[in-house]
């Protein structure tokens, strides 16, 4: 008898566990009452939660973040867990992206109790920090490396740092608050901005037996530079790798974005011959094009097409290289003279400084105009707000009020200026 009872009871016990496990475990459900919908707050702010989520069984991990109308998170989540059925919580949520745009996002609320997820989207509207210039950097060469300096709000320029080492470019990734210099020894160092302290370094950029020639830009707020053992790397403000691309049997010298598309100059390997190749962002090859003239730029052109400018003799050539059927052109006529350097412009040209004069370019005929004559540029770059203009000669800064030929302002230095770029508050 007591056997059966035994029985009976092990019986009862396994058929009530096998109930429990059966029922479904059923989602979290939330209810917010603050935020409510369509409020409006700015980049840097906090705002209010205020929410009651329950669960049958918990434990229960609450996150709150804001993500945009793609669903990308913008912010750093707050994360509250409970190890019991129901969690209330009535707090601040503090938030900080410079780098949000004005428009529309939603605040999100995601429950997780282990097994389901729910997530509450309260949709806001946030206003975001005009984009503002914070500084001008420029780099000038003397004997034994380079002296950096900048220029604020109060109109001069003031020297800020120095390396001592012979710098082939360099850039300002303001996302990073850094900037970068890239050594004919193969070395890319950044700098924290604006107190100018290291903050990393990336090492053997350089090929045996091959004369090192790089380049280093921004782009998307990674900070890429060349490799000659046949890599482009794209770095974040840590130094670590985010973007590799592989170039196929050559080093690349230049490089250059247009529309999305990544495009690189290589010197082949064992050879003088150069060639043209376009990548994927994330690496590897889309096509290649061998070139039998020095390169010297590349620049957009339209959805299908890029302008490359080279050397034909002692002139200057432009070719059209199309890159669905993987096809070089000439484009318009040789220009007489010596290139310095050439840029795309704001109105939708080509400004390019050639020989002791500057030179504006049709986007899509190639017809050339003089803009402004006796002003040389060894390279020159337009300031994104303002718009003006900066041409750099030797030791002279010029600033233009383009598409005006006006000099607005001028810069001497002691020494050779080798770059110029801008930090901006985002």
Known sequence: MRFICTLLLITSLFLTLACKKEKKNE???INSLYPQANITLNAIDSVRVKVNIADDYGPLTVSVYIVNEQLQVFTTSMVKTFSGSEINIDEFYFFNNKYFETGIYYLVIHADDGENIVNKFIKVNIIGIQRALKSVYVGVRDLSGLKIYCIDNSAGFNQVGYISKNIISSCVNSYSEQISFLSDDGNLISYSLPDFQEVWQKTGLTAPGHVFK????????YTYVTDANGYIYGYDNMGNVKKMNSITSGAPIFFNFCDNNLFAFVEENLSSNYSIQLLYPNGGLISKYMINFLPYNILSHDANSVIVWGKSLNNIQMYTYYTEIN????????????????????????LLSVGNELRLVEKFYGNSTIYASGNKADFMKFEDISKYLYLVDSNNISVLNYPNSTVLNNYNFNEKIVFIDYYYNK
Do not use: H, M, R, S
Not at 214 to 221: D, I, S
């Open 27 to 29: 989602a979290p459900v």
């Open 214 to 221: 790089g380049e280093a830009k921004v782009y998307e707020n």
């Open 327 to 350: 096809n070089l052109q000439t484009f318009g006529n040789q220009i007489v003279g010596l290139y310095n350097y050439a840029i795309e412009t704001w109105d939708n040209q080509y």
